[in-house]
């Protein structure tokens, strides 16, 4: 199947810095990319579409202003955790679908655990 | 997106087939059912997905009444390997829309020995 990697796997800094995570579809060409943050013992909630060529639709109460994305290539989205404070600490999925016939499915990241000291 | 309704736990013994039921009474008419597994600190990944009636694959098997108002994901004989969270999902048909994918909570399948 289809493979999405995601860097690095896991990353802990300092309150109030910034944080960039890698999503990369490895074997496939991504138009939209999705960001989802899961934290301990709950479901994932997705935070926003990323599309490629054009800004990012965010979920409802997911600040785009924080959460900085970018989708500069048809591989690659970024997303960027500016001015970190502990809350944001969680673990950031990111997931995408192959655009060809026969894949209905998406195909998800491993994910980053972001700790927030 | 139609709501889903899962049980939030089950247990399980290796070697039983285990059976997830997944209510979604306001599953439209051109809705899909998709189950994800996810291990702990992994991303999910897609087990199966149908629209009606029975689905197989060699993972699992997906029952769909007529009504399409549930659906019963069937694990055969499954091992301590199988632990993990199952989600259930419902959307439009995945090869048409987006992709976008709202999670529940999702059932925690706990196998042991």
């Known amino acids: 199947g289809a493979v999405v990697s995601q860097h690095p796997s896991w990353v802990i800094c300092k309150s109030g810095t910034s944080v960039k995570i890698e999503c990369r579809s490895l074997?496939?060409?991504?138009?939209?990319m999705f960001w989802y943050r899961q934290f301990p013992k709950q479901s994932l909630m997705l935070m926003a579409t990323?599309?490629?060529?054009?800004?990012?639709?965010?979920e409802q109460g997911v600040e785009k202003d924080k959460f900085l994305i970018n989708h500069a290539s048809l591989t690659l989205s970024t997303l960027t955790v500016t001015s970190a404070h502990p809350e944001d600490s969680s673990f950031y999925i990111c997931?995408?679908?192959?655009?060809?016939?026969?894949?209905?499915?998406?195909?998800f990241g491993p994910g980053t655990r972001l700790t927030v000291l | 997106l139609a709501k889903t309704t899962q049980p939030i736990s089950m247990d399980s013994y290796e070697g039983q087939e285990v059976n997830i039921t997944c209510s979604h009474n306001?599953?439209?008419?051109?809705?899909?059912i998709t189950w994800y597994q996810q291990f702990p600190s992994q991303g999910p990944r897609f087990i199966i997905q149908?629209?009606?009636t029975k689905v197989t694959n060699e993972v699992a098997s997906l029952f769909i009444p007529a009504d399409r108002k549930s659906s019963t994901l069937s694990l055969p004989r499954v091992s301590l390997s199988d632990t993990a969270v199952y989600y259930c999902?419902?959307?439009?048909?995945?090869?048409?829309?987006?992709?976008?994918?709202?999670f529940g909570q999702g059932t925690t399948l706990q196998v042991k020995p």
């Open positions: 997931s995408a679908r192959p655009p060809s016939q026969g894949h209905n499915e998406q195909f």
């Open positions: 074997d496939f060409q991504a138009t939209t």
């Open positions: 990323s599309n490629e060529g054009s800004k990012a639709t965010y």
């Open positions: 306001n599953i439209a008419t051109n809705d899909y």
């Open positions: 149908g629209y009606k």
């Open positions: 999902l419902v959307g439009p048909d995945p090869s048409s829309n987006t992709g976008k994918l709202i």
